[in-house]
């Protein structure tokens, strides 16, 4: 094994450096596509002193996690999207064993203690690779499932489900959205009733994340019969437990490579200590988390789309149409400054949201914004740039088709376009009033 | 036995960065190019941090000779598990023209100031392939050379050196003090966790002048000109296996 990683750094150690521009190469694909997707993503470095949010350690944070993806993650993602999964608690443990699960967790649990700003970097660096599922993966493990757990959560808790999470040796998933709600949080039928010192669980759980392979829930469920906004409560759910059936692998239009699965919860017993916090706070919990998780979304898409529009102008640069490159033709190096233009524009939101989100600001607005405008961006740009990469745009082999399916999701999950204009509007005060 | 090693790692362009060369063709272009430490030099780094954890040696010091940037580069040896690091301030027209005769007079001096036990390198840079710093480091001290290591292990005050060459794998056995360089198959670099990259922040970098170290910078070579390597031509197809040999035997290949 160490050799062949051995053979295969050599190779492109020795050959990197040997190939002039049009080359074909001749050694097997994987190694071909690593050399020129590596090339394609390789940017200046932007961090310099004079950055709004990051500094030298967010840069070597960065390094170090590249040097990971480019290793552990991008040769193989072709494969794992064919595959439609990807196996979770092998990329978990490389990850959590470099620290990059917690950065932003508290330390007596494994984390770092660091500030969002460091999440954020992590976010953005993710976005390097080469698909959307996988990322969706680990944002889910790092800020999705564990934040609520992270503050509120007991010590005991903590010890069984946060600290496993961020060391990868467990992994993480988020039981929230149903089959009859999504937007609509409050109206979730799962059901935790009390019976002496457990919770009989019965309901289900849909586009659960790592659903097939995940070892634990962090399930939102209604505790009681109150007012919907404060009847409902987070579990910890251990999803080996009897009653836990994973109904099916949802077949999806992208995100091959994350499996998404529907849940079902049949009389599943779990002790009351493994509730996260108080119970009724359930969804005010998952309430105060959401700025972090549509900022880290708009973190990681921002890179993406920046290595997309790279992308397509090595494309076009090469491909010739009536006696010159595509990428000649003015509507199409314009349309690609355009996009550029407003990937800077997001990028800009971005930071601006994170630096006043550390010093403490509520953020919503801003990460709303950012949130709706990174959805719809992303379907802009990826269509677009699908369009200039003609034929081969509409063949599986590209990945602007991988992105055009992957980053459709962004408009939807993690809190939908609609929502996001909703959100807005309630800070524009101008929703009718009742 | 002083248990100090000294390890050299040089900033480098990325090894996955299409280089480009200036159209002046006075060399290749640097500005704004990722740029990241010799991919040689982290295997030397890690075999060092290795070597501490198995506690054969005691202090790892990182070493590069380069501008402002290369403080980066120590870093990222430190976040791997390096002590400190001494960072050898060249800049501007000197650092156009360090080669491996100016870095080696370097680290001579340091080994000898520092007292270390070990010199550990990688073998080459892959920028200007060169394979020749550790060679003469070791000659400028008159110490003994295990280059091209793949496998090494301390047997006393002396080093076991399995080395790579044209016909297979050599093993020697020399003494400490010994300069080392590293080949591909030594091991395989650790990640720097995000742990170590926050606890590097507080280990120390000195900053020092080659003349505080009595070295002269000046360069014996002088680069003329920088090329792209020649553009793929063209094949040529034949119809028959003589016409093969034929055409073979006239293009001089055979």
Known sequence: ?????????????????????????????????????????????????????????????????????????NPYVDQWEAEGTFPAHKIFKILGNAGFLGVNKPVEYGGLGLDFSYSVAVAEELGNIRCGGIPMAIGVQSDMATPALARFGSDELKKEFLLTSIMGDKVACLGVSEVGAGSDVSSIKTKAVKKGDEYVINGGKMWTTSGTQADWMCLLANTSDGPPHKNKSLICLPMNLPGVHIARKISKMGMWSSDTAEVFF??????????IGQEGMGFTYQMLQFQEERLWAVANI????????????????????????????QAVHFRLAELQTEVELLRSLLY?????????????????????????????????????????????????????????????????DEVMLGIICKYMDTLPKK | MSGRVLVGVKRVIDYAVKIRVKPDNSGVVTDGVKH??????????????????KKLIKEVVAVSCG?????????????????????????????????????????????????????????QAIDDDCNQTGQMTAALLDWPQGTFASEVSMDGAQVKVVREIDGGLE?????????????????TPRYATLPNIMKAKKKKIANVKPADLGVDLTSRLEVLRVDEPPQRQAGMKVETVEDLVEKLRDTGMV
């Open chain 2, 171 to 187: 093993t020697i056995k020399i003494n400490t003090p010994a300069v080392l360089t590293a080949d591909l198959r030594l091991n």
């Open chain 2, 36 to 53: 990241s430490m010799n991919p040689f030099c982290e295997i030397a780094v890690e075999e060092a941090v290795k070597l501490k954890e």
């Open chain 1, 302 to 329: 921002v890179t993406t789309m920046d290595n997309i529009i790279q992308e397509t102008i090595n494309y076009t640069r090469q491909r010739r149409i009536f006696q010159l490159p595509v990428l000649h033709h």
């Open chain 2, 67 to 123: 501008p402002q940037q290369s403080q980066e580069t120590i870093r990222t040896a430190l976040a791997m598990g390096a002590d400190r690091g001494i960072h050898v301030e060249v800049s501007g027209k000197d650092y156009e023209t360090l080669g491996p005769l100016q870095v080696s007079k370097i680290l001579a001096a340091l080994a000898k100031k520092e007292d270390a036990q070990l010199i550990i390198l990688g073998k």
């Open chain 1, 266 to 275: 049949d009389d599943v017993r779990v002790p009351c200590k493994n509730i």
């Open chain 1, 352 to 416: 601006r949201a994170t630096a006043m989100y550390i010093k403490g600001n509520d953020v919503t607005k801003l990460a709303s914004m950012a949130k709706l405008k990174a959805g719809r961006l992303a379907r802009e740009l990826s269509d677009s740039c699908l369009q200039y990469w003609g034929g081969m745009g509409y063949t599986s082999d590209v990945p602007v088709s991988r992105f055009y399916r992957d980053c459709r999701l962004l408009s939807i999950g993690a809190g939908a």
């Open chain 1, 1 to 73: 094994m160490a050799l062949r990683e051995g053979a295969l750094r050599a190779k492109l150690l020795l050959c990197s450096r040997t190939l002039s521009k049009f080359a074909s190469f001749s050694f097997a694909r994987s190694l071909s596509e690593l050399v020129s997707s590596q090339s394609v993503t390789s940017k200046p470095p932007e961090i310099a002193d004079d950055h709004l949010i990051y500094t030298q350690e967010h840069s070597a944070l960065k390094e170090a996690l590249r040097k990971l993806i480019d290793q552990e993650i």
